[in-house]
Each structure stands twice: as structure tokens, then as C-alpha cells.
């Protein structure tokens, strides 16, 4: 998933930061509430947000109402040292999906993030069949006859984006993207690498990965 994380305090954005790249996510990190909200009008829509409430520039629960009232419903986890009742219904009222109050697990917050994905609504693929594959979104598991298929974290983050796209062209930077977070600054070789794995992968499931010079990357179901 791409996640964008707007959190004025750094060791806090950058840990989870750390924790969800490790799990295979790719993570904007900004600190400022102005800058969080330029970010999320000007940048394709991430999977997720996770929203400071007392941010300078732009404060949490305006930042997250305005972007409701442009159209945007990714979900939202709000963050707050502040645990009332009032302050939880403030920030669900805002626009927030969830509410999670400071200081937290790690532990606790991807529990949070998976339900939410959970709750994704039901034109997000969730479990839907692929070639001879399956896989669920909720759990980020591919699997064959009911066997799970493991792939490393970055080749799956790979597959998601891809199929995400499926039947269309999918260019390396977007990948990039999806993979490290916007404007990261990797080498195109990388990506490569990761969608040889991955083709190797797939190609025994009935799934093949095109490549279009200069264009980019296709998966589709195998014909045969």
C-alpha cells in the first residue's frame, strides 16, 4: 500500500515510517499540516493516511475535513495525545476512520490498519481469483489451492501495484513510487529486478507481466 504519514513529530513519523516500509508499504512521510494537504491535492491518492491532530500550519481535523469535502475518502487513522470522549467524536466527525491515542504500539496501529482495510468497500478487490492464484487484500496473501505463496515483501508490494492496474500499462515510476514513496530517488534497475523475480514467480499460475519499452510493465491472465 502507499501510505502518507503527516506527523510534526519526527522520531514518531520516521518509526512508523520504518515499521510499515519493513512490512512492504511504501510511506510519504511530512511534517507540516500545510505541506500535508498540498501533498495529498497535487499527488495521486494514497491507500492510507495516518493524521496527526496538532500539526502547525494546518491542524489535523481542518486538514482532513477539507480534503473530505474535496472528494478524497481514503482512510483516515487519526493520531492525538488527547483520549476524551469529545475528542475522539471531533476527530471521527472530522472526516477520520479511526482514532488512535498517544503513545501506541507498533503493534497496534498495523491492527488498526488492517481493519480498515477490512472495511474497504466492496469494488476494492479483496478475494478474487488470478490465473490459477488467489488473493486476499485484507491480508495481503496470495495462495494456491489454499497454499500460501510467499513472496518477499517488496515482490508483493510489486504484484499489488501491478494488479491494481491489471491490464494496463503501469510505468517504472509509478512502481518506484508505490515501492519507496513519491520522488524517491532509486535507480531503475531496481524495479527491474523486482518484476524478473515476480514474472519467474507467476509465470507456473497462468500470470504473465508484459514489458513495454520505454512505457512500462502489464499483468494480465495467461491466455493458454
Do not use: W
Not at 511530512?30 to 491507500?47: N, R, V, W, Y
Amino acid at each position: 500500500m502507499r501510505i502518507v504519514i503527516i506527523e510534526d513529530n519526527q522520531t514518531l513519523a520516521e518509526g512508523m515510517g520504518h515499521v510499515l516500509r519493513d512490512d512492504g508499504h511504501s510511506v510519504d512521510i511530512l511534517f507540516d499540516g500545510q505541506e500535508g494537504l498540498d501533498f495529498l491535492k497535487t499527488e495521486d491518492a494514497p491507500d492510507l493516511i495516518i493524521l496527526d491532530i496538532n500539526l502547525p500550519s494546518v491542524d489535523g481535523l481542518s486538514l482532513i475535513s477539507t480534503l473530505r469535502k474535496g472528494g478524497l475518502n481514503t482512510p483516515c487513522i487519526c493520531l492525538s495525545a488527547l483520549g476524551e470522549t469529545d475528542d475522539r467524536i471531533a476527530g471521527l466527525d472530522a472526516g477520520g476512520d479511526d482514532y488512535l491515542v498517544k503513545p501506541f504500539e507498533m503493534a497496534e496501529l498495523k491492527a488498526r490498519i488492517r481493519a480498515l482495510m477490512r472495511r474497504r468497500p466492496s469494488t476494492a478487490r479483496q478475494d478474487e481469483a488470478f490465473g490459477r492464484l488467489n488473493y486476499d487484500r485484507a491480508t495481503r496473501l496470495l495462495s494456491h489451492d489454499g497454499q500460501p505463496l510467499a513472496l518477499p515483501k517488496k515482490e508483493l508490494a510489486t504484484f499489488e501495484c501491478l494488479y491494481d492496474r491489471v491490464d494496463q500499462m503501469v510505468s517504472k515510476a509509478t512502481l518506484a513510487s508505490h515501492l519507496y514513496g513519491t520522488g524517491a530517488d532509486v535507480e531503475e534497475k531496481v524495479v527491474e529486478v523486482y518484476i524478473s523475480r515476480l514474472r519467474k514467480r507467476l509465470s507456473a499460475f497462468g500470470i504473465e507481466i508484459h514489458t513495454a519499452r520505454g512505457l512500462g510493465y502489464m499483468i494480465k491472465e495467461s491466455s493458454s
